[in-house]
């Protein structure tokens, strides 16, 4: 499928944001083309275009404001793949079509970068300069640490390193993606509500809208992960930018692996169908961008 049309100017936006943030950030020349390498080179910005779009379903927003949210989403996830790749988790040397930061730069380097562009999400978040209210920044911080941390994307991970030649249940596997790589996701669509309603009451969502738009997030967030495990199959190194076949090399739990691939292709679907009938809740919302978001997930090819 081609990207939705918003993706590029969205993409470009929170580039742009990146690159200077990351700029004003660190003047050790090293750290900084090391951290530039790592999140400015490749990747499809699904978590910040994800986080815009639902900003936007409320109305109109204050972009410069969200896009500072936007990139302090897509710096934790870029620290996640950079200690993903180091050798002590899954030792890859190969992401988004070039060497890993590791390779590239080296394994204390690349644990730096990590470091680095984690608490520079939270800097972000908390600047003076960021023009949402206090308590909107301590709501995104929350959201934002919650999901990254011991019991969201973190916990994940570490269920993912023990489970390495293990064969988990469906219900484990699903636990384990919900977290690993769910939580982010949800995240993004939690943080552009919470940031753009920014305490305006007009923008305010009904109980029943907040948990549709929770349930969508949780849909596509596990949608995202069973297309990942069938691309891993169905897909080749160059599309993918990684190794094509590692899970299996890896002998991971994965939704092909329990289902088969036409079961994983039945879940996907199922998955992409009740994320837009819980948008249908917030039918008079803005909801257009987060329709095309989900169809993009279920039918990307990287
Ligand atoms: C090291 C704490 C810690 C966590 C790592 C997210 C994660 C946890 C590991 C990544 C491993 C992996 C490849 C998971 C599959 C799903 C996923 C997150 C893929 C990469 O996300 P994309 O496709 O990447 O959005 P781009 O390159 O487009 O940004």
New binding site residues.
Partial sequence: MQQPYFFSDYRRQVDEALEKLISQHSDDSKLRAAMRYSSLL??????PILLLASARALGDVDTRALLTCAVSIECI?AY??V??DLPA??NDAL??GQPTCHIAYNEATAILVGDALQSLAFELLSAESLALSAETKLRLINILSKASGAAG??L??AIDLESENKQLSLASLENMHRK??GA?IEASVIMGVTAGFNADKHKQLTQQEHQALINYARCIGLA??VQ?DILDIVSDTQTL??PQGSDEAKNKSTYPALLGLKGASEKLQMLHDEALASLQVLASRNISQLEQICRFIVSRN?
């Fill in positions: 490749g990747g499809k910005r699904l978590r996830h996640s793949l200690h993903d988790m899954d992401r988004r994307m973190v994940g991970q690993k790589t982010l995202f992960q990942d930018g990684k990287q």
